[in-house]
């Protein structure tokens, strides 16, 4: 693969928050290098609003934010992804649609923060390690070299799903 640029689509249930932060991180982080996207296997039609907070937080522009179906990235005529990401458990469980292109696919779960109903403070601290987890792994991609060997890059983005805190 070349180091040309790179589509890559972030897959969760209800591309919300998770896939969203991930798409973020990933357009401005990767700016130049990665087109990011994402998509849910059954949107929920708004982006969190934790989510969108902790990007404003880190002046990550938010106007692109829309939660929406992966069938827009499914169709014959949409532009092929590089790689496909599932960043939750029931995204990675689903049958997936044949994505145009054959992608590389990988699994990054990350705990979902929508889910913390605590206190307002507890539903902040789970965006907060959303965001730090999801940096973390989006540096380690980008860092990554694709020019070489397919097979090693792709063990590599698969084996970034499994850093830990």
């Known amino acids: 693969m070349s180091d040309a640029h790179c589509n890559v689509l972030f897959l969760c249930t209800g591309n919300s928050a998770r896939s969203l932060i991930a798409e973020a991180l990933l357009a401005t982080l990767g700016k ?4 990011a ?3 849910g296997s059954q949107p929920t039609g708004t982006p969190n609003p934790g989510a969108i907070a902790i990007l404003e937080k880190h002046g990550i522009e938010t106007k692109f934010a829309r939660s929406k179906s992966w069938n827009e990235f499914a169709d014959h005529d949409a532009e092929e992804m590089d790689v496909i990401i599932t960043v939750c458990g029931n995204a990675a469980d689903e049958s997936c649609p044949l994505w145009p292109g054959h992608p590389i696919t990988a699994h990054w779960g990350v705990e979902d923060p929508a ?3 605590d206190s307002p403070a507890a539903r902040d601290a789970a965006f907060a390690k959303t965001f730090a ?3 973390r792994r989006i540096d380690a991609f980008i ?3 694709r020019s ?8 590599a983005v698969r084996a970034i799903g499994l850093m830990t805190d």
């Open 115 to 117: 889910a913390v109903t």
């Open 143 to 145: 860092a990554l070299n």
């Open 133 to 135: 987890q999801m940096q």
């Open 148 to 155: 070489g060997d397919k097979e090693k890059w792709l063990e």
């Open 32 to 35: 130049g290098r990665f087109n």
């Open 37 to 39: 996207f994402s998509a």
